[in-house]
């Protein structure tokens, strides 16, 4: 089985200051790791994705995460966050194609101007 | 389409009447999920299709709630009886089963509002 745990439901931060929102998974098997983006009164949109390859992934809107398979961790940073920012933040794992996706409870990050 | 749509986009319901709602998932999408996202809340899984396989029903809450899949396409998630506590966004994803394409891509959801 497989499960995500977002440790902090509420992050708030300064305008232009750094962030990092964790992640952390558990899985006996290979996995694909997502991070999803809600803004208020939207859907939810792909931030950033690790399939393979390079640990380090960079998304959209200056935001990356590094996959540490040892820690079983794939926290999203950014090194200077905007008010645009705010938003809800959600981690999730799967094992593959075709298998079911499971999701973190997730971040609140607000950005303080 | 080029996305995931679902409709109704805002359904209002008085307690106890039956409500279907439905998700067009992305053209080839093998995939397909129902996940709830109560005001202020996480995502909750739901269901999920693949393929012609059973669908895992896992995740619904209640013996009130069902869902079907016409082959790979439309997605009904029916709840029977609603209650105030079923108010949410029901949110529909699907993903393609390529080697390199797993992600989900979400419709906008449904707003159900119990009264």
């Known amino acids: 089985a497989q499960s995500v745990t977002q440790l902090d439901s509420q992050v708030p931060v300064f305008e232009e200051a750094p962030v990092e929102l964790r992640c952390n998974y558990s899985s006996s098997v290979s996995v694909y790791l997502f991070w999803y983006v809600q803004y208020p009164n939207q859907g939810l949109q792909l931030l950033l994705k690790y399939l393979s390859g390079s640990t380090l992934v960079k998304g959209i809107n200056g935001f990356e995460a590094e996959f540490n398979k040892s820690q079983t961790s794939f926290h999203l940073r950014k090194p200077s966050v905007h008010i645009s920012d705010t938003a809800e933040y959600f981690c999730?794992?799967?094992?593959?194609?075709?298998?079911?996706?499971?999701f973190g409870t997730g971040t609140s990050l607000t950005v303080i101007p | 389409g080029a996305g995931v749509s679902q409709s109704p986009s805002n359904k209002v319901t008085e307690k106890g009447k039956d409500v279907e709602l439905r998700c067009d998932p992305i053209?080839?999408?093998?995939?397909l999920y129902w996940y709830r996202q109560r005001l202020g809340q996480g995502l909750e899984f739901l269901i999920y299709?693949?393929?012609?396989?059973?669908?895992?029903k896992s995740g619904l809450p209640s013996d009130r709630f069902s869902a079907e899949r016409t082959g790979e396409s439309v997605s009904t998630l029916t709840i029977q009886r609603t209650q105030q506590e079923d108010s949410a966004v029901y949110l529909c994803?699907?993903?393609?089963?390529?080697?390199?394409?797993?992600?989900?891509?979400f419709g906008p959801g449904t707003r159900l509002t119990v009264l």
């Open positions: 053209s080839g999408h093998t995939a």
């Open positions: 299709f693949q393929g012609n396989s059973a669908p895992d």
């Open positions: 999730a794992v799967t094992s593959g194609p075709g298998n079911q996706f499971y």
């Open positions: 994803a699907s993903s393609s089963t390529g080697q390199r394409n797993n992600e989900q891509f």
